[in-house]
T-cell receptor, first 115, second 111 residues
């Protein structure tokens, strides 16, 4: 298996809802990432997990809560989001980050709309 | 702070023509990546450039890296409509802490 999968593909939620995004990879990668991408802009790094531990949090608001239950799975829990949080959320993985940033492989993304 | 600049940001070209996209970065790095993104889709890895003078080619695309000039180029040869997409370069800091993306080049190839 040489891909990163993400579910759901699309998500519409109200500002009071709680939802979760899921990302999975079975390539044995030990680093996983969450990015946010607004239209016509580059991806913005949100979180990095390395060996299932949170290693980078780019000052993301607490309404976004990441979780890495095991080396293959990465979740992003969403609560009390704002309309400006509407974006494409991309998950990526790479073999390791101990010797620098290895090539990152991106999932198909979740298109999130907050009403 | 690492800064990455791509130019042009918008490129409209005719089929059959050649063109080059430039990616300049501000601090030392020896890892540079090129990605392609189609509208509403994810990022597809095109090239990984890991050393000074690295050159890689795939089909009508060729990427090169000059770490001394802190410059990478993505050259398009005899463009075809299927190459229409947004192309991002991304540079890794030598400390290995993160990737910094350029703003992207939106390429449109017209028949």
């Amino acid at each position: 298996d040489t891909e990163v999968t993400q579910t759901p593909k699309h998500l519409v939620m109200g500002m009071t809802n709680k939802k979760s995004l899921k990302c999975e990879q079975h390539m044995g990668h030990r680093a996983m990432y969450w990015y946010k991408q607004k239209a016509k802009k580059p991806p913005e790094l949100m979180f990095v997990y390395s060996y299932e531990k949170l290693s980078i949090n780019e000052s993301v608001p607490s309404r976004f809560s990441p979780e890495c239950p095991n080396s293959s799975l990465l979740n992003l829990h969403l609560h009390a989001l704002q309309p400006e949080d509407s974006a494409l959320y991309l998950c990526a993985s790479s073999p390791t980050r101990t010797s620098g940033w290895d090539e990152q492989f991106f999932g198909p993304g979740t298109r999130l709309t907050v009403l | 702070e690492l800064k990455v600049e791509q130019n042009p940001l918008f490129l409209s070209m005719q089929e059959g023509k050649n063109y080059t996209i430039y990616c300049n970065y501000s601090t030392t790095s020896d890892r540079l990546y090129w990605y392609r993104q189609d509208p509403g889709k994810s990022l597809e890895s095109l090239f990984v450039l890991l050393s000074n003078g690295a050159v890689k080619q795939e089909g009508r695309l060729m990427a090169s890296l000059d770490t001394k000039a802190r410059l990478s180029t993505l050259h398009i040869t005899a463009a075809v409509h299927d190459l229409s997409a947004t192309y991002f370069c991304a540079v890794a800091e030598t400390s290995g802490s993160r990737l910094t993306f350029g703003e992207g080049t939106q390429l449109t190839v017209n028949p």
